[in-house]
């Protein structure tokens, strides 16, 4: 009972996404502007379902469960065979989707490239601390043992 009253209480695909999101993540969603991400229309998608290949066998080569979702408007086609679901394999066919459609749309404002821009900040900034302690340990170094440690090297 208590599961389905929370599932009830949040009914916002926000309020599911920070849910299933990993703690950094969390944290980053913040610093990141979802507003302008492309919303899917039903009627702009073509959606049809093939025989996969690969790795699976006999249970991928007798279903239809590779998902081919074509954007109407734009014209991009998406294919998507991750899994032997294909309820799994359409979910992730229109989050691909939806990347494109975002990144065509906003270009520098699109989701993936804001988050590039934090993971370099927070690249550059652990390169930055990383320098700083090896300065740190340098003049250590040179206080405690003086020019003997340069001596032996």
């Known amino acids: 009972m208590l599961g389905l009253l929370r599932c009830a209480a949040l009914e916002s695909t ?10 950094w993540q969390r944290c980053l969603s913040k ?8 919303v899917l229309r039903d009627e702009d998608l073509e959606e049809s379902f093939v025989r996969g290949s690969g ?6 080569a007798k279903t239809n469960n590779k998902v081919v979702l074509t954007h109407k408007p734009t014209g991009i086609v998406v294919q998507c065979h991750t899994t032997r679901s294909l ?4 979910r992730e066919a229109r989050k691909m989707l939806i990347g494109k459609l975002d990144q065509l749309y906003n270009g520098d404002q699109s989701v993936e490239a804001q988050l590039q821009r934090i993971e370099a900040k927070k690249q550059t900034e652990t390169a930055r601390r ?3 302690l090896q300065a740190k340990k340098k003049a250590w170094k040179e206080r405690e043992f003086g020019d003997e440690s340069d001596k032996s090297s």
Do not use: T, Y
Request: proline content about 10%; charged content about 25%; glycine content about 6%.
């Open 31 to 38: 610093a990141i502007d979802h507003s302008r991400v492309p």
């Open 14 to 23: 926000a309020q599911l996404k920070a849910l299933s999101a990993s703690p």
């Open 87 to 90: 309820f799994e394999n359409r």
């Open 55 to 60: 790795p699976g066998g006999q249970a991928v």
């Open 130 to 132: 990383k320098q700083k």
